[in-house]
């Protein structure tokens, strides 16, 4: 409904309340109001009422597929569009405000997960690229099934990373959670002749468990983790390394 639309009914709606005005005042004044001017009048306010639901429920509707479009275009903002969990970007946002959560609550520490699916181009050009991006949506859906709180949050970290992160979890409990992620992994077999970790597509992980400092940002625990992950891959793939913040690596 456009703006003039609605101008022109509040117009309408002033002029039959000047004309019941003047009606009104005319009627005090000791005249007659006619059968046919009163009639006239009711059916021209009953009209304007029909009109007003009409404009009502179409900007009821407009409202409703506003919101959802809303709704929509937030999910294309925050969620991967191939993988359909957490983007990037969104991630990080998430956790930044993991890590002022925490602190404000009095919580410790953080766990966080990087993994990278082994060998992936050379799934990409044994399989092609369609293939490769079911791959991918698999390891989404082994993530987001591996994980058990909700709190606990995976995203995809860029091409074949992904990020995994565990709120007020210890290195014991992150590690648990990555013993199952490669068990799930192993049982969901996606086959990979090219892998030289196993006949199946595998990742690799690192992780790393960090107490929650303001002076810390999720910068710090996605740098800690990479390294962890990077240990990872030269010692063989399809495994998991952990990097505390006190340890340095070698």
């Known amino acids: 409904m456009s ?18 005005v003047m009606h009104a005042v005319a009627v005090r004044r000791g005249l007659t109001l006619g059968y046919e001017e009163y009639t006239a009048l009711v059916k021209e306010y009953g ?31 925050n969620y991967d569009a191939l ?10 946002d998430c956790l930044k405000r993991t890590l002022s959560t925490i ?4 919580g410790d520490c953080l766990s966080l997960l990087m993994l990278d699916v082994d ?12 293939m490769g991006d079911s791959c991918l949506k698999a390891v989404a859906e082994v993530l ?4 058990t709180r909700v709190d606990d949050f995976v995203a995809r970290y860029g091409g074949e990373e992904f990020v995994v992160a565990l709120p007020n979890t210890s290195e014991s409990g992150a590690r648990k959670v990555a013993e199952r992620i490669l068990a ?21 992980i690192g992780f790393t468990t960090g107490n929650v400092k303001l002076a810390q940002s999720g910068a710090d625990f996605i740098r800690r983790a990479d390294e962890a992950l990077y240990m990872s ?18």
């Open 184 to 204: 799930n992994m192993k049982a969901r077999y996606i086959p990979h002749e090219k892998n030289d970790a196993a006949d199946c597509v595998t990742v690799s």
């Open 47 to 77: 009209k304007l009422l029909k009109q007003l639901r009409r404009a009502t429920r179409l900007a009821d509707r407009t409202t409703t597929d506003l919101y959802a479009s809303n709704l929509d275009l937030t999910d294309k903002v």
């Open 103 to 106: 602190t404000r609550s009095g």
């Open 233 to 250: 891959k030269q010692n063989g793939r399809n495994r998991c390394t952990f990097i505390s913040f006190r340890e340095e690596r070698a």
């Open 144 to 147: 987001s099934s591996s994980i």
């Open 119 to 130: 060998h992936f181009k050379k799934y990409n050009d044994t399989y092609g690229h369609c």
């Open 3 to 20: 703006n003039n639309t609605e101008l022109d009914l509040f117009e309408h709606e002033q002029q039959i309340y000047d004309d019941a």
């Open 83 to 92: 993988t359909g969990i957490y983007n990037r970007r969104y991630m990080e």
